[in-house]
């Protein structure tokens, strides 16, 4: 993904093509080359690259990220408030929290709808195999944060420390 800085570069380098492909339509007109007309459309549409090249430097947001996160699957969302995620079983406490604030971050949207309740819960589980053709979900913890603010500073973080100590430790 481009950064804001350099989508800005390349608005800038596409603003100067498209005005030399316009000073260069100019002078076919100007020679009655038989490009002429074609030149129009080729300034038209570096003009409407120029234009939406600049608009994503304005509209792109970039969002924090949290340390010691790890990858997350979303395995459920009803678009309204209630989310559960996938992390693997080797996951940390530490690690397990900076990922419920990334998901809370990540997964945000204006859109969603409350239904009666202005919170969102992202909900993180892992799968365990305690033995052969058996799977067992687990939940490992749960965020809260609110439904109407981008940043919000009062998200609450459960986590179920007794499912926690279930998890298979790494062997040193």
Known sequence: MFETAQL????????????????????????????????????????????????????????????GNVHYSRVFDAGAAQVVIAVP??????????????AAIDIFSYGRLGQGSNQMTIRART?????????????????????????DENATIKLYRE???QLPQPTA
Do not use: C, D
């Open 127 to 151: 799968i365990l195999h305690p033995q052969e053709g058996i799977s067992q979900p687990l939940y490992l913890g749960e965020i809260q944060r609110s439904l109407s603010m981008r940043e």
């Open 163 to 165: 499912n926690l100590a």
């Open 89 to 102: 079983p080797t996951i940390t406490e530490s690690q397990l929290e900076a990922t419920l604030k990334q």
């Open 8 to 67: 800005i570069e390349k608005t800038q380098w596409l603003g100067i093509a498209t005005i030399a492909f316009a000073v260069l339509t100019i002078v076919a007109f100007l020679f009655k080359w038989g490009i002429r007309f074609r030149l129009v459309g080729v300034t038209g549409f570096t003009a409407v690259l120029t234009g939406g090249v600049f608009a994503l430097s304005l509209g792109l947001y970039n969002r924090p990220n949290i340390p």
